[in-house]
């Protein structure tokens, strides 16, 4: 496929446009702040954010964009005004006026030429199709996990990445945790010797399907726009119990269930510990006798998705073992080492509780350079596949088996109907 124009918002351009004049420009006073001087980013210098869908897990990430100086955060849309008005609160709190936008509709957010890029903390329902009206707009995006609801999803966000040249992160803050990038790091260069088996942990092995509850009374479209909360996902009835309570959209659509919602995590680390960020395992199995699921990798690796076993380091927990040693590691940001030998010297930061704020200062030093980040769309894209394939043979019941270059499962048409859903009316992917 032909590679896309980037597009480059107005203010980029002016920007570019601004310093070129100024190269040829005669001397002026130029006040300190604008050279960014005492700590002070120049306006220039600044990212201007915008939030889509900012409840309690999207209220906690801007607490981690706002401290940082070189965000503007401007601008905030949700489908409920309760919402919207204590996010605007918030942010106009924190720089002393009243200029945060109220949006009720993102595209509306979208089509200022003036946000650089956004927070989409929407429920997992919409993150795929809110991403790719994002990147269609010109924006980079940090997006909370789970990414997408299903393999077919997966696919279409990161090659709409690849062709817009928008910048990625997804919400799997782990791979910017020391203790964390340290264990994958030591099974991904071989200091575990040849690697046998990574270990997950799930949320649970069960899987779900969408929730349909009686009709209620549906509030005023501007206190909650119904219909824009279902977004894609198939209509039904309004009921505050799927607005408010653990609704169909956590459970990620047509399948879904606990490894989905933390395999987007654990899978995810898992992943970047065998070296998959482009590929994915290509055998998966029901859960056995022990409720573990087992997934074997083409080069032989097994992942093991299991609920027990651990030991006591917090939430979270990943293991990787080699023939020469293992690690272990958890939300309390400790390792556990087979050998004091793997440390080689080094001291591995312990930072526990999981702060987002480092994954969202990768985020946002790659916007400025345009790298990739740790948790880019090509990494959230196999990593999610994983969660969904595993997820298929839970709710299957038997075995499947995946080609990642077709990316399709191998003779199983009743494993292949389920890589994909249909979106409502009128949203699309592709």
Known sequence: MSQQPVVLPRRRFLKTAAGAAAALALPQLIPGTALGKDKVVAPSERIVVGGIGIGHRGTYDLSCLLPQADVQFVAVCDVKAVRRRAIKTLVDKK??????????????LLARDDIDAVLIATGPNWHATAATYAARAGKDMYCEKPCTKNISQSLLLAETMRRTGRVFQAGTQRRSLPHFAFACE?????????LRTVYAHPAGMTTVSSGWLPAEPEPPKEQVDWDLYLGPAAWRPFNKKLLDGFNFEKGGGLVGGGVLEWG?????????????????????????????????????????????GWLPLGSCPVRFEGDDG???????????LSSPALLAGRKVEEIGGYPATFHVRNFLDCVKTR???????????????????ANIAIFLNRQVKYDPVKNEFLNDEQANRLRSEALREPWRLS
């Not at 030591?186 to 040849?194: D, F, I, Q, S």
């Not at 293992?326 to 390792?335: P, R």
């Open 326 to 336: 293992w690690v272990e590691a958890g939300d309390s940001g400790k390792l556990v």
């Open 264 to 308: 987007s995590h654990c899978v995810d680390l898992c992943q970047w510990a065998v070296g998959a960020d482009h590929t994915c395992p290509v055998e998966y199995n029901p859960p056995d006798k022990n409720r573990h699921v087992v997934a074997r990798y083409a080069n032989g690796v097994k992942l093991v998705i299991r609920e027990d």
């Open 95 to 108: 720089y002393g006026n009243k200029n945060c936008r109220m949006y009720r509709d993102f595209r509306d």
């Open 186 to 194: 030591l099974a991904r260069t071989g200091r575990l010797g040849k």
């Open 371 to 389: 790298a990739k980040p740790r948790a880019n769309a090509d990494a959230a894209c196999y990593s999610h596949i994983t969660c969904h394939a």
